[in-house]
């Protein structure tokens, strides 16, 4: 792996969004789905996801039929899967259960740097109602890091302040604020599991660290705006897909 660094996790937004609204769709279900993307010297990039099963999660032969057409579909496109993610049923669980672990293991087997990633359902119950602006994930590296972005001159430094962990900025574009709007960054949301050295799923980091982050610096901002339009209802993943295959699990039309 590149320069031997600790490994992070950059996830598109699409990608990003696209899990986030699945999750919200089925609020009541427990949901899953993959990641799409490579790996590149100390970086993961997560390019896509596919949203897989509302129902049955641990269902064999829906699971094998999905993964197979998936790398079919992105081996073309130069990918290949490297992560999970998953949101449990019940607000209050915060397990990362078997059915987690297992397909977990199986894409580890192809990709020795898959990550888990466990989705917040209070934080995801939140979002709709409009009673919680935090991010799902965060979206920003502590200031040291932001050095190394693109979009670095676009953050007001001045509003960068550490305070138990918790990183506050300020978004600006074209020289404005863009929407007034001061997102907290909460580095323990969501939980990022990878394998240790005894074949275990642990929560990656050792100090809660910048392991995950979004490509694009505005990703949240972007996720209110599909969420204030109810942009959820117009995932398909392949639970709806096997149901009747006119429905496309690649979502084509989700971003247009």
């Known amino acids: 792996m590149g320069s031997g660094g600790e490994l992070r996790y950059e996830i598109s937004q699409n990608a990003y969004i696209k899990l986030v609204l699945h999750s919200l769709k ?7 789905g993959v990641f799409l ?18 129902n049955h999660l641990g269902l064999l032969p829906p699971l094998e039929i999905s993964l197979i057409m998936i790398e079919e579909h992105y081996a073309a496109l130069g990918l290949g899967i490297v992560g ?3 949101a449990n049923e019940r607000s209050d669980d915060v397990e990362l259960g078997n059915v987690a672990k297992n397909i977990g293991d ?5 990709f020795p740097q898959a990550a888990i990633l466990l989705l917040d359902n209070k934080k995801l119950e939140a979002l709709p109602k409009g009673k919680d602006r935090l991010p799902v994930t965060r979206n920003t590296c502590p200031e040291q890091e932001l050095k190394e972005q693109n979009d670095y001159n676009k ?17 600006r574009s074209k020289g404005e604020v863009a929407r007034g709007l001061y997102m907290k960054v909460d580095p323990s949301l969501p939980e990022l599991y990878t394998r240790d050295a005894s074949k275990n799923w642990k929560l990656a980091g050792s100090d809660g660290g910048c392991r995950l982050t979004t490509k694009e610096p505005a990703a949240n901002v972007v996720l209110l705006d599909y969420i204030s339009s109810k942009k959820w209802e117009d995932v398909v993943d392949f639970d709806d897909h096997l ?11 989700l971003f247009k």
């Open 26 to 32: 089925h609020k009541t279900s427990a949901v899953n």
């Open 37 to 54: 993307g490579r790996s590149c010297d100390d970086v993961v990039q997560i390019i896509d996801s596919v949203p897989l099963f509302h």
């Open 84 to 86: 999970y993610f998953h």
């Open 106 to 110: 199986h894409i580890y087997r192809y």
């Open 155 to 171: 953050i007001d430094r001045s509003v960068i302040m550490r305070e138990r962990r918790t990183w506050w900025f300020l978004e």
């Open 243 to 253: 149901d009747d295959i006119t429905k496309d699990w690649l979502n084509p039309e």
